[in-house]
């Protein structure tokens, strides 16, 4: 069964350097989505991208915040300068192309410890 | 803005039903999710309702939504040790353009032999 990929597994960083997190997309998925979750907190939606632009994000998700999908696999999130409360994991989603649901499936996350 | 809540912790007897429960607060939510994550893993979609239907049935699934009390119920019958994990209410409201899931704050089952 396809599924969502996610590396690395854990990233650890000190603050203020930059962080990507790879995501690899079920193929044939057209939306794709970045969550996270602090420890201990709920599960926080911060931006959704669709036909190679971002269609919704958050408050959280700021200018250190960015999204890109550099070739047809791959889907990023990049952290330009790290901050102690980004310590979170992160998880990818993506969903198929529009049908009677907007069913998100889920990668198995990247935990993002930062020192 | 939307919220969506839940009770933080369930225990069952294996074999027994389980019960977990979440309110919404969106009156314009169309659809409502569980997902089930499991120590260690990432969220896995277990079902889905939509807003206009008030239960489905998927194997030891039932799902049941009361829309005029904005309260969802997930039912596991004949709940195994399997089953322990934790359980996430979410919503989106795809008639207003919002496709990003709002989660609650799960629910732990566990599950005694």
């Known amino acids: 069964e396809p599924e969502v990929t996610q590396t690395p597994s854990h990233q650890v960083t000190q603050m203020g350097q930059e962080v990507i997190l790879r995501c690899v997309p079920i193929?044939?998925?057209?939306?794709f989505y970045w969550y996270r979750q602090i420890l201990g907190q709920k599960v926080e939606f911060l931006v959704s991208f669709y036909n190679n632009e971002i269609s919704e994000k958050s408050e959280i998700f700021d200018d250190q915040f960015s999204v890109e999908r550099p070739d047809g696999s791959n889907f990023t999130l990049k952290i330009r300068s790290t901050k102690l409360e980004d310590s979170a994991m992160y998880f990818c989603a993506s969903s198929p192309p529009a049908g009677v649901a907007d069913t998100q499936y889920f990668g198995p996350g990247t935990r993002l410890t930062v020192l | 803005g939307e919220d969506v809540e839940q009770s933080l912790f369930l225990s069952v007897r294996e074999g027994d039903s389980s019960v977990i429960n979440c309110t919404y607060t969106d009156s314009s939510s169309t659809y409502l999710y569980w997902y089930k994550q499991e120590p260690g893993a990432g969220l896995q979609l277990l079902t889905y309702i939509f807003s206009n239907m008030d239960m489905k049935q998927d194997q030891r699934l039932t799902v049941l939504l009361n829309k005029k009390d904005k309260h969802l119920s997930l039912r596991i019958a004949d709940t195994q040790t399997g089953d322990s994990a934790i359980y996430f209410c979410a919503e989106t409201a795809m008639d207003t353009g919002r496709r990003a899931l709002t989660f609650g704050s799960g629910t732990r089952l566990q599950v005694q032999p």
């Open positions: 193929s044939n998925h057209l939306y």
